[in-house]
């Protein structure tokens, strides 16, 4: 079975500092993972997502993610956060085989000052 | 092309009033998702379809029932609904599991009272 875990509900940064949110997951098999962007009242979109290629990925908006297999993790990271950024994230995973679902984590809130 | 469109976007109910909520896709997309998202708990899969005249049960499918009589359509209801229902629900739909992108509807805010 497949989890995530998101640390941290809310994270605040100020405009043009360094984004980092961060995710660990948990799985028996080599991982897909996701990051997915939720705008205030609107639906879920995806920033980007690793399938077992490189294992640095970039995504939309400035926004990337490092796949670190001996630590677990899916951080994702954006140089200069801009007042845009803020939105709620969340990362999720799952497996390559079959018909596995999608198992989100419990989203992080970004929250950018000017 | 509009996506994932979801009606209606608001709506409150009595407990035990029943209702159906409808998604459409225009992606000719062959699996459609349920999800319902709640604070601090992220999102759930309540059903999902792996084509038309197809469903399973997800993550937590008690209280809901679903159909997909056709391939653009997933339908969810609620026949007697309850407070714990209050959710905002989201439709997904995706061309396969694993690698490919989910594409989400903008939400159902459903409130039962």
């Known amino acids: 079975a497949q989890s995530v875990t998101q640390l941290g509900s809310h994270v605040s940064v100020s405009e043009g500092a360094l984004v980092l949110l961060r995710c660990n997951y948990s799985?028996?098999?080599?991982?897909?993972l996701f990051w997915y962007v939720q705008y205030p009242n609107q639906g879920l979109q995806l920033l980007l997502k690793?399938?077992?290629?490189?294992?640095l990925v970039k995504g939309i908006n400035g926004f990337e993610a490092e796949f670190k297999k001996s630590e677990t993790s899916f951080h994702l990271t954006k140089p200069s956060a801009h007042m845009s950024d803020a939105a709620e994230y969340f990362c999720?995973?799952?497996?390559?085989?079959?018909?596995?679902?999608?198992?989100f984590g419990t989203g992080t809130r970004l929250l950018v000052s000017p | 092309n509009a996506g994932v469109t979801q009606t209606p976007k608001f709506r409150v109910l009595k407990t035990g009033q029943s209702m159906t909520l409808l998604c459409a896709q225009d992606m000719n997309h062959e699996y459609m998702y349920w999800y319902r998202q709640d604070p601090g708990m992220g999102l759930r899969l309540i059903h999902y379809s792996v084509g038309e005249g197809t469903t399973a049960k997800g993550e937590v499918p008690d209280g809901y029932n679903v159909s997909r009589l056709k391939k653009q359509n997933f339908l969810l209801g609620l026949e007697s609904a309850a407070p714990s229902q209050t959710s905002v629900y989201f439709c997904?739909?995706?061309?396969?599991?694993?690698?490919?992108?989910?594409?989400f509807g903008p939400g159902t805010r459903l409130t039962v009272l």
């Open positions: 799985s028996s098999v080599p991982p897909y």
């Open positions: 690793y399938t077992s290629a490189a294992t």
């Open positions: 997904a739909s995706s061309n396969r599991p694993g690698t490919d992108t989910q594409y």
């Open positions: 999720a995973v799952s497996a390559p085989m079959g018909f596995q679902k999608l198992v």
